[in-house]
C-alpha cells in the first residue's frame, strides 16, 4: 500500500458498507454510504452526496422529512460503483481494503 507521501490521492465514487454493534444490545447492523475511496491507497474521502438524501412523506404524521437512501436503493441508483465492507466502522477505519 503506497504511503500518502508517495502520490497523490486518486479518489473515485464507490458504495461503502460500515458493519457495526450496536452499544447496549450488541446486535449487529450496517450503514452504506456512496463515498469516495483512493484507487492507489485506499483512503477514504468521506464527502456527502446531497442526491443521496431523499425528503418524502412521513406516513404517520403526513409531514415531509429526510431520508438517506436504504443499501438497496442506492446499489440500483449506482449499479456500476465498486462496494466495499468495513468492518469496524465504529474504529473510524478510514482505509477500504484493496
Given at each position: 500500500m503506497a504511503t500518502k507521501r508517495e502520490h497523490k490521492h486518486d479518489f473515485q465514487e464507490c458504495l461503502i458498507t460500515y458493519h457495526y454493534k450496536?452499544?447496549?444490545?450488541?446486535?449487529?447492523?450496517?450503514?452504506?454510504?456512496?463515498?469516495?475511496?483512493c484507487t492507489k491507497c485506499g483512503r477514504i474521502d468521506h464527502v456527502r452526496f446531497d442526491g443521496d438524501i431523499e425528503k418524502r412523506r412521513v406516513p404517520t404524521t403526513d409531514r415531509f422529512?429526510?431520508?438517506i437512501l436504504s443499501k438497496n436503493d442506492l446499489m440500483k441508483k449506482y449499479p456500476k460503483l465498486p462496494m466495499f465492507d468495513v468492518i469496524d466502522g465504529e474504529k473510524?477505519?478510514?482505509?477500504?481494503?484493496?
Open positions: 450496536a452499544n447496549v444490545s450488541g446486535d449487529p447492523f450496517e450503514i452504506t454510504r456512496h463515498e469516495r475511496y422529512g429526510y431520508f473510524h477505519n478510514n482505509f477500504v481494503n484493496l
